[in-house]
């Protein structure tokens, strides 16, 4: 079984190391959510707290909330790719650009 189960990438942001996982199973109802433009905000940031939380676990909710956007974008992209999300996804980064 764990050789199912993904590697993850490391990225830095300012000078700190954070290794992203890749998203499983248990993540299939925000990867839906991502796909619709209603809840694709929400889903987000659900995404970016979960990785976040993962990768420094003594975070608190408000250090999450005010890490600055150039990072998640940052992150963002890093998920999308380590989980092969492909085209679509381009053009969901390309919009988080655009917002910046």
Partial sequence: MSKLIGKG???KLEGIEIEIKPLS???MNVMTKLGNEETR??????LI?????EAMPSATDE???????KHINKIMET???LNQFGQVDKEFIKKLKEKQ
Wanted: no cysteine.
């Fill in 41 to 46: 905000v929400e889903a987000t940031k659900e």
């Fill in 49 to 53: 707290t979960k990785v976040l939380k």
């Fill in 63 to 69: 250090e999450i909330e005010n890490v600055d956007l």
């Fill in 79 to 81: 998920i999308l790719e």
């Fill in 9 to 11: 990438k490391k990225i």
């Fill in 25 to 27: 199973l248990s993540d």
